[in-house]
T-cell receptor
Framework: AQTVTQSQPEMSVQEAETVTLSCTYD???????LFWYKQPPSRQMILVIR??????QNATENRFSVNFQKAAKSFSLKISDSQLGDAAMYFC???????????FGAGTRLTVKP | NAGVTQTPKFQVLKTGQSMTLQCAQD?????MSWYRQDPGMGLRLIHY???????DQGEVPNGYNVSRSTTEDFPLRLLSAAPSQTSVYFC?????????????FGPGTRLTVL
């Protein structure tokens, strides 16, 4: 079964600085999708960014970008110009393109210091 | 659009009691799923449905039943609650199973089994 690993239980960043959250995954599939979700204290899961495995270009959404290294099975999230509102739990997720399997990492708690 | 709604928001049960967690979506989504979130473990897939009348098991299905009689509703039943089922439960939906379509999450239900 596919596994998703987030090796950083907690991270902190100074406001306006840049931070990178790590994620690695294990799969034998060639068709899959990767996601980063944000979970603020409200508990609501919010999609941050999505990457299709067949695309070589890294996805970008405003201040959020990913570094997708398919051969290394790595999918890190970079947050630029960090804001206080970015403080949350961040989950990396893998969705199979062949079946209904979706796996989440254990999460990284991001603190933003003013 | 209300999106994905879940009721109740909080619930306390005694061991052996039964209950149903409700989930509804008004986006005409084909795919619906239930996850549980435990500390340090991210979200784990319990059951999912790819359309009315079709359900299947996810990663951690034991102790839970589901049904999908309409496109909109996907209730999760606990037949005999156990303390190990203390968790936060999320319902999610997406347009389709195929492709990397975004999953929209409900606000979650915090369940405590004493």
């Amino acid at each position: 079964a596919q596994t998703v690993t987030q090796s950083q239980p907690e991270m902190s960043v100074q406001e306006a600085e840049t931070v990178t959250l790590s994620c690695t995954y294990d799969t034998s599939e060639s068709d899959y999708y990767l996601f980063w979700y944000k979970q603020p204290p409200s508990r609501q899961m919010i999609l941050v960014i999505r990457q299709e495995a067949y695309k070589q270009q890294n996805a970008t959404e405003n201040r959020f970008s990913v570094n997708f290294q398919k051969a290394a099975k790595s999918f890190s999230l970079k947050i630029s110009d960090s804001q206080l509102g970015d403080a949350a739990m961040y989950f990396c997720a893998y969705r199979s393109g062949n079946n209904n399997d979706m796996r989440f990492g254990a999460g990284t708690r991001l603190t933003v210091k003013p | 659009n209300a999106g994905v709604t879940q009721t109740p928001k909080f619930q306390v049960l005694k061991t052996g009691q039964s209950m149903t967690l409700q989930c509804a979506q008004d986006m005409n989504h084909e795919y619906m799923s239930w996850y549980r979130q435990d500390p340090g473990m991210g979200l784990r897939l319990i059951h999912y449905s790819v359309g009315a009348g079709i359900t299947d098991q996810g990663e951690v299905p034991n102790g839970y039943n589901v049904s999908r009689s309409t496109t909109e509703d996907f209730p999760l039943r606990l037949l005999s609650a156990a303390p190990s089922q203390t968790s936060v439960y999320f319902c999610a939906s997406s347009y389709s199973v195929a492709g990397g379509y975004e999953q929209f999450f409900g606000p979650g239900t915090r369940l405590t089994v004493l």
